[in-house]
């Protein structure tokens, strides 16, 4: 008995902090979600309870995770309705599939997965050349994305544009902790914080994407290559864990890149 009536208050709590989190006002979330800032204010203070639809509804608006979705049904007394799987689940097995089939067909140019921890759960052939020489402890799996890219010993000493591309990455990060709310993001964001910046062995190349994107531009044995990325997710998950997956492909920000790749990595 004592935990139901906790619940619904745990609920409005979580409520009222995601609608903080989305900098919006009660009447904002109200006006969005078609009902009353008197209902709205009595489901944060634990007032009234939500319905399992309002609960899903509010989440909605507010644009939460799924898998913080799950956490508000179980505070609000309900059983969580997004499956959670291993990516390895065999229920996953077309997904993950689809996922390996993207990040080959981007070849010879580099492209890889990554979950919501930045950890590359898969890569294609054109990646591996690029980290030859690293340290194999920052190798090991589960292998960091971001750590990888900006420890010292990592990729960040061969980035000829490191300053750029770091604060192009730590951006992405606080935009990614702002809207999960995620723990491990912020203990991974204060690690590479404290990585000092190392001098770059080269200077930057050319800029030849006209302020419009962030480059990478990477020395290589191939000469210093230069990137720009997109990322690709999958557009209406069910599941927590592909809802959480990315797709990062880089494409030859210049001519002399494209032909380095496809000598690297021959079709």
Known sequence: ??????????????????????????????????????????LETGKAKPSREM?????????????????????????PVFALRRLDDPALKPARAA???????HEPYPALAIDRAWTMVSANRAVAPLLAGL???????????LRLSLHPEGLAQRITNLSEWRAHLLDRLRHQIEIT??????????????????????????DTLGGVVVPLQLVTDAGTLSFFSTTTVFGTPVDVTLSELA???FFPADDATARALQKIVPR
Not at 135 to 145: D, G, R, T
């Open 55 to 79: 609960v899903l509804h509010l989440c909605e608006r507010l644009e939460v995770p799924l898998r913080e979705r799950n956490m508000l049904l179980v505070a609000a007394g309900y059983a």
């Open 135 to 145: 340290p194999a402890s920052l190798l090991k799996a589960p292998v960091n994305v």
């Open 99 to 105: 996922v390996d089939q993207v990040v080959r067909g």
């Open 1 to 42: 008995m004592q935990n139901t009536a906790i619940r619904p208050r745990d609920v409005g709590r979580h409520i009222r902090e995601w609608r903080q989190r989305r900098r919006k006002t009660q009447l904002n979330l109200a006006l969005d979600a078609e009902i009353s800032t008197r209902h709205l204010s009595f």
């Open 247 to 249: 797709i990062e492909s």
């Open 181 to 206: 709310a995620d723990p491990e993001l912020e203990t991974l964001m204060k690690e590479l914080r404290g990585y000092p910046a190392p001098i770059s062995r080269a200077p930057p190349a050319p």
